[in-house]
């Protein structure tokens, strides 16, 4: 299924370098697929919408609906945070196909001395010859899934700071005032410790795999369980990551009264 | 693994772009669609609860129209009962009346009847002595002391009538 020839070259991400600033094209490609693929997905679920007779597509969409209301309401609560339901779901879909893209094939190319992408020189980091790898998971690059991170991170700053600003401000210095350095640990680690965790899960899938690949025929029953494992992975990831999104946005912007 | 520092960049807008068209074009209409049958199914509830009530209470005045028919119906047996009881005393008491007028009448009859009979017997006796006694007188009266006993009897005759 992977068209490679040997694992022992590391595969380069295909990347051309556009007024000094270096573009990773593979990672664009991905992110396009995937989101393509998600809005395609979502797109036909709603294509024939009814009310009384869902077909099985709206009934799939409409459980997963029900599924982020869930993790909505089990991390804030559902009254106030069903504002965030479709970036939940968003966030669930989009990580779960990205999740899942990964796995089934690579796509790779050689280059030798030279490659070019519609005319664009592909950044060979100084070598003579180069594998690229064209087909990954979005979320097994760490700068993408930081991306995603401090995106939500910021909304559940930005939000916090909107609605609820008092106890907001205030948690920095909880309970002491002499916290704050370690309150903001907290705050520097909640992205980093989302995004690195989707990362690490779905980069060591992918290396996984490869290694398996490595072994030859002998490697293919435990490539099977391997994707199996890691199409459980994918999918504990995308709940994981938007699970944790909710709880930091209702941590930050949705203050109990009973609390 | 290097990193490449756009990628960061071009998450963050891809994401934005697809949270949005998301929102409008696929979760938008989902949700309109959820909250639909959501009132749907509210409404259908509201329905059947409030068919529910309604049939209960047209039981219950099922309940208490058929106790009344009920009720009715033996009253009117009752009083047919009564009325009935009440007739029958009357016509047994008519009858009892009928009865023994008849009897009166009866008797009445038979002693006329009984007086006249005396009365007739009583004239055919004399009748009947009469002769008699004429036609043993006939062999032993002459026709002087005949004539006298005739004379004699005619005179009873004349008293008794």
Known sequence: ?259 | MTITWTNFFVQVIAFGILYLLLSKYAFGPLFGIMEKRRQLVKEQIDTAERNRSESERFLEEQKQSLQQARKEAYDIIEQAKSTGSKQADDIIAAARGESSRLKEEAVRDIEAEKNKAIASLKSEVGGLSVQIASKILEKQVDAGAQGELVDQYLKDVGKKS
């Open chain 1, 1 to 259: 299924m992977k068209g490679v020839k040997s694992t022992n070259m590391d595969h380069l991400a295909p990347i051309v370098i556009l007024g000094g600033v270096k573009f990773d094209l593979a990672a664009i490609i991905m992110v396009i697929v995937t989101s393509i693929v998600a809005f395609v997905l979502a797109r036909l679920s709603v294509r024939n919408l009814s009310v009384d007779n869902p077909g099985k597509l709206q009934n799939f969409m409409e459980w997963v609906v029900e599924f982020v209301s869930n993790i909505i309401g089990m991390a804030t609560d559902f009254k106030r945070g069903r504002v965030y339901l479709s970036l939940g779901l968003t966030l669930i879909i989009y990580i779960f196909i990205g999740n899942m893209l990964g796995l089934p094939f690579n796509f790779i190319t050689e280059a030798h001395g030279h490659a070019t992408f519609l005319g664009m020189d592909l950044f060979m980091n100084g070598e003579e010859e180069a594998h690229f790898a064209w087909w990954k998971s979005p979320t097994a690059d760490a700068a993408m899934t930081m991306g995603l991170a401090l995106t939500v991170i910021v909304i559940s700053h930005i939000q916090g700071f909107r609605h609820n600003r008092k106890h907001y401000l205030k948690h920095y210095f909880e309970p002491w005032p002499f916290f704050f350095p370690i309150n903001l640990i907290e705050t520097v680690a909640k992205p980093l410790t989302l995004g690195l965790r989707l990362f690490g899960n779905i980069y060591a899938g992918e290396v996984m795999i490869g290694v398996i690949l490595g072994m030859g025929w002998v490697g293919i029953p435990a490539l099977l369980v391997w994707q199996g494992f890691s199409i459980f992975v994918g999918a504990i990831q995308a709940f994981v990551f938007t699970m944790l999104t909710m709880v930091y946005i209702g941590q930050a912007s949705i203050h109990e009264e009973d609390h």
